[in-house]
């Protein structure tokens, strides 16, 4: 490569070589002025410290002379001092005299002349002393330095400087030049050999020489060498694997131009259309919107819409094959530009959706017949749902009359039974106290008086059962109609359990083999509820667990349980079946096995309890459930919310 080529900027080599001549010109001319202002500054003081020592030593040597005032030996003197080239002037003055006594000065030829009165100098450096004889003052002489010398001095070491920095450019320009000529030109010609065999479509992949001259290259080129050589690699992968997808791709892939030529197409464009290959398809279209498209104004329409869309997506429209059948395509297109923002050609996809288009329009003919039969069938449901709605409005009516016949034959029915229930008393107190001491004695009347005791005893406790369902038919026709009236105030919660459980307490007593037991929590908060209803529903729970429970124990507990307030009623009984754990908080529900055995061997009950208490706990927003086990026992569980709580009211005991 010629030399000439680093004398030109645009070139690599020549903007390296001139980049770094600039640079190490300027930091020479940077490190040159410093040494030449530091030169300058060490002349001048040595110009100042030869000057102070010439005028110490001549007004030593002058001050016999100037005492005794001999003016022929003090010209002697200054005329010895002025053989120093760098003496300007000397001017002797004596004590309290402002003109000069005597003294020297330099004419323009730099010769010695007398001086008459003190000289005007520039560019000198004066030194001053005082004259003493004896300690005595006699006068004072000035002494003036030349800087003349001092410039030329200055002047040979400035040039000294700017050799210098030539010869250390042009060995610094040499030495680049050669080392930019090994490192960086030969290493970048052959890049750009590499690259434009590349650029030529050479397949340089593999090649033994153009892979050796890459991995000639060192340092940085050397990795620009590699990476050029792994971009080629991968891009011409991308080609193929592009080549490759074009070719054997499922969809037809299409280039056309604005006047209808096909340009390029691949071999699934060709079969979906009837051609043999994508050449043949090719050379036969020379106006797609003619022999291609089934509406040929479909192509002007999507030409224009490009023009203003630039890309299309999803365009479904009707194409012709070679045999004359019409297929449906779906198109997806976009028009490309030239630099200048002028059309060139469309390219795009294409799937045939032939089968999908006729499905779609059984389907929509599905969907009709469908519609139409759903409009029957709503129509159906909708007079269904008005009859359903008036039976509905029937039964509620219906409900309502049965609320109220219930209350009202509750009502009517509990006060004959209380008759009923005093007069069987007083008979039975009467006939104890009057008739039967008659019997003494006679065994058939006491019999027959013991047997009719006993039938008094079966009336009264038979009342008392039935009083019991009429109460419960009574509460619970009124929760339902809403007219049940809550008497809610500030209650202890543990004080009203103390009390439901002593309430119970004489039906564990006749049961001496069941045990009960109360565990209490001491921090439960008052509630706000209605004293009454709560003890109705523990009283309950606890009445069932003794009634059905013949042996073992019945634990209740209360606490605090996340929010709510717990309570527990257990027992050792025979459980509930599963099935009915539910069911035996309905109304007049009574489970068939398990705790509620065969008739007879058990106390009857209504079938209401459990409903009620439900309705009570769901009144405050609680719940109520019961877990039981068969032959482990059953647990009744009641949560109450704290919400119920009251902090600031006493509660009442």
Not at 567 to 573: A, F, K, Q, Y
Not at 619 to 643: D, N, V
Request: some cysteine; glycine content about 8%; overall charge negative.
């Amino acid at each position: 490569m010629p030399f000439a080529r680093f004398l030109l900027t645009r070139s690599v080599g020549g903007a390296v070589v001139v980049t770094l001549v600039c640079v190490n010109t300027l930091l020479l001319t940077v490190f040159g002025i410093l040494d030449y202002h530091g030169e300058k500054r060490r002349l001048e003081t040595e110009l100042r410290g030869d000057i102070s020592l010439a005028a110490d030593q001549f007004a030593e040597n002058l001050s016999q002379s100037l005492w005794y005032l001999e003016k022929d030996q003090v010209i002697r003197l200054i005329d010895g001092l002025m053989q120093n080239e760098i003496i300007a002037a000397v001017v002797v003055t004596e004590q309290g005299e402002d003109k000069p006594y005597v003294g020297r000065v330099r004419d323009r030829a730099w010769r010695a002349s007398p001086l008459a009165e003190r000289p005007a100098m520039d560019d000198v450096i004066a030194e001053k002393r005082d004259v003493r004889f004896d300690n005595t003052p006699v006068g004072s002489v000035e002494i003036f330095g030349s800087s003349r010398f001092l410039e030329r001095d200055l002047e040979t070491s400035l040039a000294r400087i700017v050799l210098r920095i030539l010869g250390l450019n042009a060995a610094l320009a040499l030495c680049v030049a050669l080392i930019v000529r090994w490192r960086v030109i030969a290493p970048l010609a052959r890049l750009e050999g590499y690259a434009a065999r590349v650029n030529l479509g050479a397949d340089t992949a593999g090649d033994p020489e153009t892979d050796g001259q890459l991995d000639a290259l060192r340092f940085e080129l050397g990795s620009l060498g590699r990476t050029m050589r792994e971009t080629v690699r991968r891009l011409s992968a991308a080609e193929r694997k592009y080549r490759d997808i074009f070719e054997h791709a499922t969809e037809g892939i299409f280039q056309t131009t604005l006047d209808g030529r096909m340009l390029s197409a691949n071999a699934a464009l060709a079969r979906m259309l009837g051609y043999g290959s994508p050449e043949e398809l090719v050379a036969t279209f020379v106006d797609v919107g003619v022999q291609l498209y089934h509406t040929p104004e479909d192509r002007r329409a999507m030409l224009a819409r490009l023009l203003v869309e630039e890309s299309i997506a999803g365009l479904q429209v009707r194409f012709k094959r070679r045999d004359g059948q019409t297929i449906w395509v779906l198109l997806n297109v976009r028009l490309v530009r030239d630099d200048a923002g002028l059309p060139l050609y469309t390219e795009g996809t294409l799937t045939d959706v032939t089968a999908r288009v006729r499905a779609e329009r059984r389907l929509e003919i599905l969907n009709r017949h469908l519609s139409e039969a759903v409009r029957e069938r709503t129509r159906r449901l909708a007079e269904k749902a008005a009859e359903l709605e008036a039976a509905n409005e029937r039964l509620k009516e219906l409900d309502r009359l049965k609320s109220g016949f219930l209350a009202t034959v509750s009502h009517d029915l509990r006060t004959p039974l209380t008759s009923i229930m005093g007069f069987a008393k007083l008979i039975a107190r009467d006939f104890a106290k009057f008739f039967a001491p008659f019997a003494a004695g006679h065994q058939r009347l006491t019999g027959q008086a013991e047997r009719l005791v006993a039938n008094l005893n079966i009336i009264e406790s038979e009342g008392e059962r039935l009083t019991r369902l009429i109460n419960d038919f009574l509460d619970l026709s009124k929760i339902e109609s809403g007219q049940a009236q809550w008497r809610d105030t500030v209650v202890d919660a543990a004080v009203l359990i103390g009390r439901a459980a002593a309430s119970v307490s004489a039906d564990f007593e006749a049961k001496p083999e069941v045990a009960f037991a109360m565990e209490v929590a001491d921090d439960l908060p008052p509630l706000y509820i209605d004293p009454d209803r709560l003890t109705q529903v523990l009283v309950n729970l606890l009445g069932n667990a003794a009634k059905f429970t013949d042996e073992g124990r019945v634990r209740l507990r209360a606490g605090l349980s996340e929010g709510f307030l717990r309570v527990e009623v257990s027992d050792t009984g025979q459980g509930v079946p599963r099935e009915s754990l539910e069911k035996i908080f309905d109304k007049f529900h009574q489970a068939q096995a398990g705790d509620t055995v065969a008739d007879g061997q058990r106390p009857k009950g209504t079938g209401l309890g459990l409903a009620i208490c439900r309705q009570i706990v769901e009144h405050y927003k609680g719940r109520i459930w019961a877990e039981s086990e068969l032959g482990r026992g059953s647990t009744f569980i009641l949560e109450l919310p704290l919400s119920q709580a009251v902090d600031a009211a006493q509660p009442v005991r």
